[in-house]
């Protein structure tokens, strides 16, 4: 399928083709001419091969397949400007998925990929493609691609460098620019942009960007196809979250992911897909032993990402040292003589947490259950934590970030903390150092062995009570990486907003919010329990589920249970 980018359409043109496949309408059975049998193959063909019942999912499957051994069918009667390779180029062509997410290593042509994308609708008078990169210097090789190829699909399209824009006869326009945080996303408000391509998403540690820009995905030309796609290598800032968005949901580019929203009534459903590249699949590059050689030369972990593709093992984690089967224990009573601790962050547009702790003999920190509040007035948090907190069992006050305390100038207002105190709940000002508490936090949950200066394998310091609260903080502390400026620092998130939580408490919150609470704590060196000194560690009421891959369901703290037992200890 070719889309003739200089203003005219159709099977044939006065100019050069851009060999491009594309089918926007379809999402799911776009497909690219195909050599083979009866000229060419698409998913309507293979359904009447592999049976009129076959799911997409499977059909999608069997095209990645063949199409990796084919080739594309060229115009014979006119010049060709540009054709994708066969294999990766040719598929992430073929996407009509509202979403796409293209590579996963180095070298496979996904930067043509984007710059090609848009020529396919500039026949179109309101068509406007945004392509983006971290910042304009990464920015101006995508810039020189277009000044190769441009001019060539349509002569008269004019570039004017000030506005770093491509303007086509037809009026429809290409815009370069570059975007590497949530606030950056203004520039770009109310453009009417059908087409998003951002180079290197691996780059962006901020997966706000995304849902920001989303907004300003539009046009008013409803035979405009409006899409978005990110090309990527693994090992990046943005590892977690385009894994997590992309990669699990289409069982790394073996189908397609699909989600619905109700809209009066009537479900819409929107489409994501993952389409891997490695450099085989560049015949410019597979072809270049030297290339090769130095992908191959690359570190075990670097070589892992950008020559085989892999998702797994981000270089970028925060925390790395994360194992739900070491880090998870079965709820259990917490002897009396343990001391409780409790952290606090505020949050209205985001969630509020509270993270509740014991801390036994030996100076191990049990998380007994993290408290998620969200859209709640202070007033209302107060009420909640007092409900679910063991206030007669805490240990000092509670340490908070200092927005608890803020006062404005000439301003007699209470605050937060003085509306928890009306409560009987104290809040204290928290260590903020954010170094020192990511430093920390990694000691206390580190357990691996390091060889290099005798250290063995050991149990961590920090472990979590098996309930839905503490999953959801461990799936946020999963989902943070490191601050791209500063490798010493987590990446804090800016701009994000969380209505309520997700129904899957496996699944991350967005933010670092419960990381905060966390880390208030464990910042404030906890106290170590002292009497009952002869309690033998196997008298411990806990149970690990060291070896224990799949967590079992545990019955979920309902929010207005009583903290005290009748034995005086604490649950």
């Known amino acids: 399928a070719q889309r003739i980018a200089d203003g005219t359409t159709g099977p044939r043109a006065r100019r050069g083709a851009v060999c491009a496949v594309s089918s926007p309408t379809l999402p799911i059975d776009a497909a690219p001419v195909l050599s083979g049998e009866e000229g060419g193959a698409d998913l309507h063909s293979l359904r009447r091969v592999v049976g009129a019942r076959t799911s997409r999912g499977a059909l999608v499957a069997r095209m990645t397949a063949i199409a990796t051994q084919a080739h594309i069918e060229l115009p014979k009667d006119r010049p060709v400007i540009w054709a994708p390779a066969a294999g990766f180029q040719t598929l992430a062509l073929a996407s009509g998925c509202d979403e796409t997410l293209i590579g996963g290593a180095k070298g496979s042509g996904k930067s043509d990929v984007l710059v090609v994308r848009p020529t396919r609708q500039v026949d179109k008078p309101r068509f406007k493609a945004l392509i983006t990169r971290q910042s304009f210097p990464e920015m101006q090789e995508l810039i020189a691609r277009s000044h190769r190829l441009y001019p060539l699909v349509s002569p008269k399209a004019h570039w004017r460098g000030d506005d770093r824009a491509w303007t086509f006869p037809s009026g429809a326009v290409i815009t370069f620019g570059f975007l590497s945080k949530v606030e950056e996303c203004q520039r770009y408000q109310g453009g009417e942009w059908a087409e998003w391509n951002h180079d290197e998403a691996g780059n962006l540690a901020d997966e706000n960007v995304v849902t920001t820009m989303q907004a300003e995905i539009r046009c008013p030309d409803p035979t405009v196809h409006r899409s978005i796609m990110f090309s990527a290598n693994p090992g990046g800032p943005g590892h977690r979250w385009l894994k997590k968005r992309y990669v699990t949901p289409t069982n790394g580019g073996q189908q397609i992911a699909w989600s619905s929203e109700s809209v009066n009534g009537q479900a819409v459903w929107r489409s994501r897909a993952f389409i891997p590249g490695r450099v085989w699949d560049n015949p410019t590059y597979a072809n270049d032993p030297k290339y090769i050689a130095t992908l191959m030369a690359l570190p075990d972990r670097k070589r892992k990402y950008l020559l085989g593709g892999s998702w797994d093992d981000p270089e970028g984690a925060a ?157 946020q502390l999963e989902s943070l990486v490191m601050d791209p400026d500063d490798p010493e620092k987590v990446f804090k998130p800016e701009g994000y907003r969380v209505d309520q939580l997700p129904a899957d408490p496996d699944e991350a919150v967005p933010g670092d919010d419960g990381y905060d609470a966390l880390r208030y704590l464990m910042a404030s060196r906890p106290q170590i329990a002292r009497g009952l000194l002869d309690l033998k560690r196997d008298q411990i009421p806990y149970a690990p589920l060291q070896k224990q891959r799949v967590l079992p369901a545990v019955a979920a703290l309902p929010d207005e249970e009583a903290w005290a037992s009748d034995d005086g200890a604490w649950s």
């Not at 790395?320 to 089967?325: I, K, Q």
């Not at 009987?424 to 150092?433: F, G, K, P, S």
Request: glycine share 6%; aromatic share 8%; with cysteine.
């Open 319 to 475: 925390f790395d040292m994360l194992d739900r089967a070491r880090h998870f224990v079965r709820p259990f009573t917490v002897p009396s003589h343990w001391v409780m601790i409790a952290s606090y962050d505020w949050g209205i547009a985001h969630p509020a947490v509270s993270v509740v702790v014991a801390v036994d003999e030996d100076g191990c920190v049990w998380v007994v259950d993290t408290i998620w509040l969200v859209g709640m007035s202070d007033e209302a948090q107060a009420l909640r934590l007092r409900e679910r907190l063991p206030l007669s069992r805490l240990s000092g006050a509670i340490p908070a970030g200092h927005d608890v305390f803020a006062v404005k100038r000439q301003d007699n207002t209470p605050t937060t903390a003085d509306r928890f105190a009306a409560h009987q709940i104290h809040l204290t000002h928290a260590n903020l150092d954010r170094k020192h508490g990511y430093l920390t936090l990694g000691s206390a949950l580190e357990w691996r062995a390091d060889d290099e200066v005798g250290i063995p394998e050991r149990d961590p310091q920090l472990r979590f009570m098996d309930t839905p609260g503490n999953r959801r903080l461990f799936a």
